[in-house]
T-cell receptor, first 111, second 116 residues
Framework: GEDVEQSLFLSVREGDSSVINCTYT??????LYWYKQEPGAGLQLLTY?????DMKQDQRLTVLLNKKDKHLSLRIADTQTGDSAIYFC???????????FGKGTHLIIQP | GAVVSQHPSRVICKSGTSVKIECRSL??????MFWYRQFPKQSLMLMAT?????????EQGVEKDKFLINHASLTLSTLTVTSAHPEDSSFYIC????????????FGPGTRLTVT
């Protein structure tokens, strides 16, 4: 199966919280990342978490890592129309250089 | 900080020609640069990793003679798609990793290649 899995779509109402989930299979992941991609653009690094951390918060973004279940989530508080994008979860394995990406979750904001 | 640029942003070329894409780290030195390829509605697939001054390391299934990578300085890497074919049409994205921080990668805006 895929190394990194994400749901393809998430729809939320403006002002609500969005929670984007990601699962990975390799327990040797050292860093886990969340990237945002707007239409026709490159990837913007949103945040990352080291594998020995459980939680990281940065303004409206909260990352939770459950290493036992190999589950990563990104919570966006007070979701705005500008948050509409594709969100990619990525892992960096120990000893590896490149990142392994999930297929991305398309966040759709309803007015 | 940590800005990565790519040039060109969009290119259309004829089948059989070669195309060069540049990736630059504008405000930091990138010891390692990465080239990814993204098909429509798909994830990014790592093509190769290049370290300044040495040969690139290609991922399995990526033809090194077709996708030539040069990383001549700490701020510039180039990807040349040789003898391009329509199936090479894709979105090519580079990223750069600097000496500082936690080794995070910063991505360029991407180059849309269309081979006719």
């Amino acid at each position: 199966g895929e190394d990194v899995e994400q749901s393809l779509f998430l729809s939320v109402r403006e002002g609500d919280s969005s929670v984007i989930n990601c699962t990975y299979t390799d327990s040797s992941s050292t860093y886990l990342y969340w990237y945002k991609q707007e239409p026709g653009a490159g990837l913007q690094l949103l945040t990352y978490i080291f594998s020995n951390m459980d939680m990281k918060q940065d303004q409206r973004l909260t990352v939770l890592l459950n290493k036992k279940d190999k589950h990563l989530s990104l919570r966006i508080a007070d979701t705005q129309t500008g948050d509409s994008a594709i969100y990619f979860c990525a892992e960096r394995l120990g000893g590896a250089d490149g990142l392994t990406f999930g297929k991305g979750t398309h966040l759709i904001i309803q007015p | 900080g940590a800005v990565v640029s790519q040039h060109p942003s969009r290119v259309i070329c004829k089948s059989g020609t070669s195309v060069k894409i540049e990736c630059r780290s504008l405000d930091f030195q990138a010891t390692t640069m990465f080239w990814y390829r993204q098909f429509p509605k798909q994830s990014l697939m790592l093509m190769a990793t290049s370290n300044e001054g040495s040969k690139a390391t290609y991922e399995q299934g990526v033809e090194k003679d077709k996708f030539l990578i040069n990383h001549a300085s700490l701020t510039l890497s180039t990807l040349t798609v040789t003898s391009a074919h329509p199936e090479d049409s894709s979105f090519y994205i580079c990223s750069a990793r600097g000496l500082q921080g936690m080794g995070e990668q910063y991505f360029g805006p991407g180059t849309r290649l269309t081979v006719t």
